[in-house]
């Protein structure tokens, strides 16, 4: 998913990162997207805002194991019945504490 594809086509898109270097580098690069909003955070400490599409590519295994669940269910109360939820793991290893 390319947030400027979705920016172009009408989505608001929400971003995180617990980076400053992330930060900085999504204000210079969406500056002038007024859909566009970023937060400095993890996972755990994400409020996730209500949303119909939520995608979590190559960034869910820098998500506390202990925390996944919970992370998960946070995704999920955002999401309205029939939303999309587009994750990536890498291997099996969280898959197996679900």
């Known amino acids: 998913m390319d947030v400027v594809h979705l920016l172009n086509n009408g989505f608001s898109v929400t971003?995180?990162?617990?980076?400053?270097?992330?930060?900085?580098?999504?204000?210079?690069?969406?500056?002038?997207?007024?859909?566009?909003?970023?937060?400095q955070s993890t996972f755990e400490n994400f409020s996730f805002p209500k949303a119909s599409l939520?995608?979590?590519?190559?960034?869910?295994?820098?998500c506390q194991p202990s925390q996944l669940t919970?992370?998960?269910?946070?995704?999920?109360?955002?999401?309205?019945?029939?939303?999309?939820?587009l994750l990536q793991f890498l291997g099996t290893t969280y898959l197996s504490t679900l």
């Open 15 to 39: 971003a995180f990162d617990c980076l400053e270097k992330s930060k900085q580098l999504c204000s210079e690069r969406f500056q002038n997207h007024p859909s566009f909003s970023f937060y």
């Open 54 to 62: 939520v995608v979590a590519l190559f960034s869910l295994f820098f």
């Open 70 to 85: 919970r992370v998960l269910s946070n995704i999920k109360d955002a999401l309205p019945q029939n939303g999309i939820f």
